[in-house]
């Protein structure tokens, strides 16, 4: 059975729905931050550059309104562990996350907060072409024999690894965000 929210700390795991392997982040937020927060934070911690639209969702009560996203706190709305949230950024590409809550943790230090756990790969280059683009990239870039292969990695400023994933260097980045 499923643990009833109290105010305090959320293990989310988003994961970047369509790609294998997967991509994918595990992480620590409050649960008194807002949804405009929990943007900005999933925005850093997927290396997203927030210049598209986005949505939230819940497979049990719809799309959060987006004038909502300043004023709902995660502790409002997300009631258990277990729930699963949706995030949509970049409704031309469509890139979809799943949010699943893992846990929720008693405060540790207010200051460590965001924190990314652990993670997978590299997020996708933005305006890449959704997953189908992003599939057509890692084929072309790996082919240096591909006639776009130079343009290609050009236009992704010298190279790009799918693999890389550098927690430190994240963490680095999530510390100055400011709750």
Not at 7 to 33: A, F, H, M, N, Y
Not at 134 to 142: F, H, Q, R, V
Not at 145 to 174: M, Q, S, T, Y
Request: glycine share 8%; aromatic share 8%; charged share 30%.
């Amino acid at each position: 059975m499923a643990r009833q929210l109290s105010i305090g700390i959320l293990q989310l795991k988003i994961t970047l729905d369509g790609i294998e392997p997967p991509i994918w982040r595990r992480i620590l937020v409050p649960s008194w931050i807002s949804f405009a927060k929990l943007h900005k934070i999933i925005q850093r911690t997927m290396g997203w550059k927030d210049c598209h639209q986005h949505s939230f969702a819940s497979d049990g009560r719809g799309e959060l309104k987006p004038s909502a996203e300043k004023t709902v706190l995660l502790g409002h709305l997300i009631k258990k562990e277990g729930e699963v949230w949706r995030y949509q950024y970049d409704f031309g590409d469509g890139w979809d996350h799943t949010i699943t809550v893992e846990k929720t943790l008693e405060p540790d230090d207010p200051k460590k907060y965001p924190v990314c756990l652990e993670g997978a790969r590299a997020c996708p280059p933005e305006d890449c072409g959704g997953v189908p683009g992003y599939e057509e990239t890692l084929e072309i870039i790996a082919d240096p024999k591909h006639p776009d292969h130079a343009d290609r990695i050009e236009w992704l400023g010298g190279g790009f690894d799918p693999e890389k994933f550098d927690l430190a260097a994240l963490n680095r980045r999530l510390k100055r965000f400011r709750l």
